[in-house]
C-alpha cells in the first residue's frame, strides 16, 4: 500500500507544471523554488536540503558580504 502511495505521489509531483503550480499559489513564477514533493529522510530530500542550504549561504553573502558563521556542535 506504501508503495501505491509513493508511486501516486511521485506521478502527481509530475504532473504539475511550473507555471500551474505558481497560478494555484497566486504567485509569479519566478518566486517559486525548483523543488518537488518528496519523502522525508529520502535521497531525494536530503539532495533538496543541500541545495535550499547552499542557496541560503549565497543569499547571506550576497545581503552581507561575507559567508554566515558556522556554528559547531
Request: without cysteine; aromatic residues 6%.
Amino acid at each position: 500500500m506504501l508503495g501505491l502511495l509513493r508511486d501516486d505521489g511521485q506521478y502527481l509531483a509530475t504532473m504539475i507544471t511550473h507555471d500551474l503550480k505558481a497560478a494555484s499559489l497566486g504567485v509569479r513564477p519566478e518566486l517559486l523554488r525548483d523543488d518537488q514533493a518528496v519523502w522525508g529522510g529520502s535521497e531525494e530530500d536530503l539532495e533538496q536540503k543541500k541545495r535550499d542550504q547552499l542557496r541560503a549561504r549565497e543569499r547571506h553573502a550576497t545581503e552581507w558580504g561575507r559567508a554566515p558563521v558556522e556554528y559547531g556542535s
